[in-house]
């Protein structure tokens, strides 16, 4: 098992900026997939980011290029970078973790491990 909290949300204005942690426990990270996904009120979850095991990042297209996800191994933490945030970013961000192989990264049923998400609002 694979427990996942995630820090660092809060309130921001459009413009700004903040970074997201998710520290896990229970199990090393470093052969696991992570995600970082958000929903906002009345949405379906949606895909934000991912990185695998070996690296290798992918963004959805409304973050890329202001978004950056990496992980810190040694600290069993992934983390969400988040720049130029807007209002429509707005929404409970949530980590996951998931150590299957050929699978789609973007979707939430890839992911077998969740937290508990945190809050990230964007003022105007």
């Known amino acids: 098992q694979v427990q996942l909290v995630e820090s660092g949300g809060g309130l921001v204005q459009a413009g700004g900026s903040l970074r997201l942690s998710c520290a896990a426990s229970g199990r090393t990270i470093g052969s696991y997939r992570m995600g970082w996904f958000r929903q906002a009120p009345g949405k379906e979850r949606e895909f934000v980011a991912a990185i695998r095991s070996d690296g290798m990042k992918y963004y959805s297209d409304s973050v890329q290029g202001r978004v950056t996800i990496s992980r810190d191994n040694t600290k069993n933490t992934v983390y969400l970078q988040m720049n130029s945030l807007n209002p429509e970013d707005t929404a409970v961000y949530y980590c996951?973790?998931?150590?299957?192989?050929?699978?789609?990264?973007?979707?939430?049923?890839?992911?077998?491990?969740w937290g508990q998400g945190t809050q990230v609002t964007v003022s105007s």
């Open positions: 996951a973790a998931d150590n299957r192989v050929f699978v789609t990264y973007s979707r939430s049923s890839s992911y077998d491990y």
